[in-house]
């Protein structure tokens, strides 16, 4: 039931390279999530962007990762030099609106870090 | 401590039984919104509440803000109910939403 596209479904990477995903929202959703959940199945929210302000993101975010979700672009979700303990299913959300509305999610990008 | 506890990590039941899952808050929550994961491991949305109560089908969610909970009943349980389930709640002052570790449902013929 959710539209949200992201891109790739499987990504490895040597330790120290960089991991880069993608996601494409919802159409007309402008509020967009990125979460890391672990092989314990715990999920971890990364950040949100509201069309391309950010609004929320946590430590791990600011120093290792970067994201953006620029105009009439996918959003992406760039992991600046991996780590082993980055090897995690990514799920990107969306919602219509950043606080009422339902979050969709895509199908994940599973990052493996050799 | 964890912000949202759910319970029971694992669950079995039979089919055509129900049984009732549960998330607890340690804060206020704004709303609440039930997940299952599908066999190819995709978030399904089940349900999303501000307040009160909400049913399809054969499942049923209710979401207490005050009382700081949230329950899922399943009744007349199916093979095809078999899955992770997890409950996010979304924190009053924030725009993230905050995951359950999830309740694994075995349902048995």
């Known amino acids: 039931n959710s539209k949200v596209i992201q891109t790739p479904r499987y990504l490895v990477k040597g330790q120290g390279q960089k991991a880069k995903m993608r996601c494409i929202p919802e159409k007309g959703h402008p509020v967009v999530f990125w979460y890391q959940q672990n092989k314990n199945n715990e999920f971890k929210f990364l950040i949100n962007f509201q069309n391309q302000e950010v609004l929320q993101q946590i430590d791990m975010t600011e120093k290792r990762f970067s994201a953006e979700c620029p105009s009439n672009s996918p959003c992406s979700l760039e992991i600046q030099s991996s780590e082993a303990g980055d090897s995690a299913l990514y799920l990107c959300a969306s919602s219509k609106d950043r606080n009422q509305d339902t979050q969709y999610f895509g199908p994940g990008t599973r990052l493996l870090v050799l | 401590g964890d912000q949202v506890e759910q319970s029971p990590s694992a669950l079995s039941l039979h089919e055509g039984t129900g049984s009732a899952l549960r998330c607890n808050f340690t804060t206020t929550m704004r709303a609440v919104q039930w997940f299952r994961k599908n066999s190819r491991g995709s978030l399904i949305n089940l349900f999303y509440?501000?307040?009160g109560t909400k049913e399809n089908g054969r499942l049923k969610s209710a979401f207490d803000s005050k009382e700081r909970y949230s329950t899922l009943h399943i009744r007349d349980a199916q093979l095809e109910d078999s899955g992770t389930y997890f409950c996010?709640?979304?924190?009053?002052?924030?725009?993230?939403?905050?995951f359950g570790k999830g309740t694994h449902l075995h349902v048995l013929p």
């Open positions: 996010a709640a979304a924190d009053t002052n924030a725009y993230k939403v905050i």
């Open positions: 509440l501000a307040s």
